[in-house]
């Protein structure tokens, strides 16, 4: 089983940064796809980030790309958000996800495991 834990969201006004990160309780963590997802109020949970495996392949939403950057490290068995340049529609609860298997990083279907979500505000 796999346990992911969220944390560093917050309020910030546009413009401004945050750093999430969400520690994996699991001993093969490098053997995991790692992806970040976010559902805003009354909306699905849509794609952010998403990183294989290896670390060789990221993939990002066109409304976060050049802004939001995921990485790892695997040492700490985390994955990261970092997310410059907020905007207001970017508010939502963020997710980490997780998955041993095959699949599409854009899809949460693909996913196993997920965190229970931190929230982000960006004001204007």
């Known amino acids: 089983q796999v346990q992911l834990v969220e944390s560093g969201g917050g309020l910030v006004q546009a413009g401004g940064s945050l750093r999430l990160s969400c520690a994996a309780s699991?001993?093969?963590?490098?053997?995991?796809?790692l992806g970040w997802f976010r559902q805003a109020p009354g909306k699905e949970r849509e794609f952010v980030a998403a990183?294989?495996?290896?670390?060789?392949?990221?993939v990002y939403a066109d409304s976060v790309n050049g802004r939001f950057t995921i990485s790892r490290d695997n040492a700490k068995n985390t994955v990261y958000l970092q997310m410059n340049s907020l905007k207001p529609e970017d508010t939502a609860v963020y997710y980490c996800?997780?998955?041993?298997?095959?699949?599409?990083?854009?899809?949460?279907?693909?996913?196993?495991?997920w965190g229970q979500g931190t929230q982000v505000t960006v004001s204007s």
């Open positions: 996800a997780a998955r041993g298997n095959s699949g599409s990083l854009y899809s949460r279907d693909s996913y196993n495991y």
């Open positions: 699991v001993r093969t963590f490098t053997r995991f796809a």
């Open positions: 990183m294989s495996w290896s670390g060789t392949s990221t």
